[in-house]
């Protein structure tokens, strides 16, 4: 730095030629940090992810401070066009981030005051590091809130498409991963869209509770200065200012809120996954995925291993980690702000970006799959999956109480396993031992088509419910249009 530049350096620049070793640290502090102290406390490495936020809550806070004649416009001016140099800067690689300069805030006021010199240091009038952070995390947070909502909006299209696809594939209904009833594959399918549904619902749940400004809350108290907390809050696309100086900087909860519904995300995305390990595997062969979404085996040629499911549903447990993560650091600390809620962003991205991941590859391998049909519609004809629609039909055609059609088809079920035969199979004889007014009509129950075809109430798996669930998805999801 040429000495004309240096001596246009504020003084509390020029003593160290470091921010944040005075202007962080105060006039009260005279000392540099130890340097197990700057390590521990610097978060440039993870906050830089930060820049664009800061900057945006920068610029709001300087045209708010020319506004309400706080600072002059000409600073004001140099102010914007440094920190639009800056975030050039960044985003071409160029920018120096140095750790001394202890996290994304600093570096920002750093390289501004290089810039612009001494008008670099009017911008942070009437503003704390304690609710800049608060006010930039909200803003990474929103952003990544819709970013993922686009995420688990493909997802749902894909789910949605093959839905359309297979409205009236039949395969096995497993409760207990027991046989139960036949269902299609299309409404299995449809039922993760409607997870999927819950989740972007949450995620908005969340956006909407974060979308208040905590600009202008300063360090916890407020600020003397005549600011417009109302413009800000506006300019950075906020419904409202924070109401309680002391809340809008120790509050976190927005962080818990976006972390408990990545981590329900995550779990039914590793639902999802484990059912493709299931179809995937020997015993049942519902589906195949490609060399894209498979890897093979070191020393077994024939295998073709689900890596990209396990890994999904393996990553389920890393959601659950960083929700828990922040509660321990959040439990114990009173009002207001405190050096462990720096410790607040390491979970927030790694889920965010987590769950990113996880949204793409399950997207990907529904895509990709191929369903069995036939493999399908043989599993579901096992185990005596129709056995509640001969109870249906006993109830209705002979005006048998349920729980007397019940005991019967019970029966009727264990007849038709010691003689190794379906219930389509059995004898008629056989069944009018139990009750002589069987008759032959019985039959058009018993196939798994008809047993499908036949759950026609709202939300049930009929082929045609199916088809039109999934238009009704495509246009509630998709579209935005109710339902």
């Not at 949450?202 to 005549?226: H, I, M, V």
């Amino acid at each position: 730095m040429t000495q004309k530049r240096q001596a246009a350096r504020p003084a509390a620049l020029r003593q160290s030629g470091s921010i944040s070793a005075n202007a962080a640290r105060g006039g009260r502090l005279t000392g540099g940090p130890a340097e197990i102290m700057q390590r521990i406390n610097a978060s440039i490495d993870l906050d830089k992810r930060l820049y664009a936020q800061d900057i945006a809550g920068s610029l709001a806070h300087c045209a708010m401070l020319v506004v309400q004649r706080i600072i002059a416009p000409k600073d004001g001016e140099a102010i914007a066009r440094g920190l639009e140099k800056i975030q050039a800067e960044i985003e071409n690689g160029s920018f120096p981030f140095r750790t001394e300069h202890e996290d994304i805030h600093l570096n920002i006021e750093a390289r501004l005051a290089e810039l612009i010199g001494d008008a670099a240091g009017r911008l942070h009038t009437a503003r704390s590091r304690n609710d800049q952070v608060a006010t930039d995390f909200r803003l990474w947070v929103r952003d990544a809130i819709d970013k993922l909502d686009r995420e688990i909006a493909a997802l749902q299209a894909a789910l949605i498409e093959q839905a359309e696809k297979h409205a009236a594939t039949i395969m096995p209904g497993l409760t207990h991963l027991q046989n139960a009833q036949p269902v299609t594959f299309g409404h299995h399918l449809l039922a993760y869209v409607e997870m999927l549904g819950r989740d972007r619902g949450r995620l908005q749940d969340t956006r909407k509770r974060l979308n208040e400004s905590p600009l202008g809350a300063g360090a916890l108290a407020g600020t003397s200065f005549p600011i417009d907390r109302d413009k800000t809050a506006k300019d950075l696309g906020f419904d409202r200012p924070s109401a309680n100086s002391l809340d809008a900087v120790s509050d976190r909860d927005f962080a818990l809120e976006f972390l408990a519904a990545c981590a329900i995300c995550g779990t039914h995305l590793s639902r999802f996954a484990e059912e493709i390990v299931l179809w995937l595997s020997e015993p049942y062969r519902f589906i195949s995925l490609s060399d894209a979404f498979t890897t093979g085996s070191s020393m077994m040629p024939q295998k073709r291993n689900p890596d990209a499911a396990e890994l999904v549903r393996a990553k389920a447990g890393r959601f659950l980690g960083s929700l828990m993560a922040l509660f321990a650091v959040m439990k114990g600390l009173p009002l207001a702000y405190s050096k462990d809620m720096q410790e607040d962003k390491a979970p927030v991205f790694e889920a965010a970006d987590t769950l990113e991941l996880c949204l793409a590859v399950t997207t990907g391998m529904v895509r990709d799959l191929a369903a069995d049909k036939e493999a399908m519609k043989r599993a579901a004809a096992r185990g005596y999956s129709t056995a509640t629609d001969l109870a249906d039909w006993l109830t209705r055609k002979l005006d048998l109480p349920f729980r007397e059609a019940h005991r019967i088809t019970g029966a009727l079920v264990k007849r038709a396993e010691e003689l190794d035969v379906s219930l389509a199979e059995l004898p008629l004889k056989e069944m009018q031992k139990l009750d002589p007014r069987i008759s032959e009509g019985v039959r058009e129950v018993l196939t798994v088509e008809k047993s499908a075809a036949s759950r026609t109430s709202f939300g049930g798996t009929a082929p045609a419910n199916v088809a039109r669930a999934a238009a009704a998805a495509r246009a509630r999801f998709l579209e935005g249009k109710k339902r």
